[in-house]
């Protein structure tokens, strides 16, 4: 079966700080990833597709890289509006999430 | 301005019975396979069941196949999933959500979600 996984699962940073999140298939999806984010008590919300690609109205500070089965989501400074749960996901599959925390 | 907008969520006895919508707006309804991806408070996002654009095709997570049905009414912009059985293990917030597949191709991210309902099979 196809899968996804995530690491790390919870990530502690600071304001400022630069991050980087890694999702990993367990078969070849060329660059067929997108990334979502979820902040508490909200509905997720498409952040990155095509691997690299910004939805719209994403800030720049967010960028994703990666083909094949590695792929990471890059902050580049985070901002005290980034800290949330983000997922990988490929069609009907998604990771386990990876939350980013307030150090 | 996109919307989904879920509704019929609630509190519901075990072996009940029901039926959500979703109401969308600002995109065209018909270009989009419509899905539904339901999450347990804390835990993380798990795909339920998809329509294609015309509602002549379906696909159901296991969890939830013969209990859970899909459909949509093009002509209302809404989704719909009866939810049949229900059991403890369904409780979750439930999201409507797009996935563009309209001129000979189709997108394998989703893009757009709802607010969610929430679902609670409780005694």
């Known amino acids: 079966d196809f899968q996804l996984t995530q690491s790390p699962s919870t990530l502690s940073a600071s304001v400022g700080d630069r991050v980087t999140i890694t999702c990993r298939a367990s078969q070849s999806i060329s660059t067929w990833l997108a990334w979502h984010q979820q902040k508490p008590g909200k509905a997720p919300k498409l952040l990155i597709y095509?691997?690299?690609s910004l939805a719209s109205g994403v800030p720049s500070r967010f960028s994703g890289s990666g083909s094949g089965t590695e792929f990471t989501l890059t902050i580049s400074s985070l901002q005290p509006e980034d800290f949330a749960t983000y997922y990988c996901q490929q069609y009907n599959s998604f990771g386990p999430g990876t939350k980013l925390e307030i150090k | 301005e996109v919307q989904l907008v879920e509704s019929g969520g609630g509190l519901v006895q075990p072996g009940g019975s029901l039926r959500l919508s979703c109401a969308a707006s600002g995109f065209t309804f018909t270009s989009y396979w419509m899905h539904w991806v339901r999450q347990v408070p804390g835990k993380g996002l798990v795909w339920v069941s998809r329509?294609?654009?015309?509602?002549?095709?379906?696909s159901y997570a296991d969890s939830v196949k013969g209990r859970f049905t899909a459909s949509r009414d093009n002509t209302k912009n809404t989704l719909y999933l009866q939810m049949n059985s229900l059991r403890a293990e369904d409780t979750a917030v439930y999201y409507c959500v797009s996935r563009y597949c309209g001129g000979g191709s189709c997108y394998y991210h989703f893009d757009f979600w709802g607010q969610g309902t929430l679902v609670t099979v409780s005694s």
């Open positions: 329509i294609n654009s015309d509602g002549s095709s379906t």
């Open positions: 095509d691997a690299s």
